[in-house]
């Protein structure tokens, strides 16, 4: 029973130290909520090419196959990004677990901590790499449709704007 008499004031020593790791916790959470919902739009938007009500009757277009192929590549890298960010937040929870182990029981483990959070924070990289790919190939790809009446107010516009 000796290993596991606590001091007070170590637990509220390892309280003070999860708290930078459970805040860090919160922005990942934020990054996958965001990249869930990225995720969610690129299979809705591939559904909506390949379950259209003729689609069996019509093949898709060239314009439609490069769409469908850039979603594709854009749900890879948001999957990616989710997996990186997620591997991220398990290592942040055993960095905080480690750090009331190791105030609880009295042991070292510094080398633990140090080595699995630079395991986190490369993950959180890996992960903020592939969103930042995802958001580059989607703004590079993106395809905005003006029906006639907006084309034409469109073109008014920017013949307005040149002068």
Known sequence: MGAFAVDVADIGHAIQ???APVFLLTGIAAM????????ARIIDRGRQLTEGADHEERPMTALQAR???SLDRRRH??????TAFTFSALLVCAVIAALFLGALMALDFRWFIGVVFTVAMVMLIVG???FLREVQLATTTIRIRFSTGRQASHDALERERRG
């Open 67 to 69: 769409e469908f192929a």
């Open 128 to 130: 903020l790499a592939y």
């Open 17 to 19: 130290l999860a708290l």
């Open 77 to 82: 890298l948001a999957s990616s990004a989710i």
């Open 32 to 39: 996958l909520g965001v990249m869930t919902g990225r995720l």
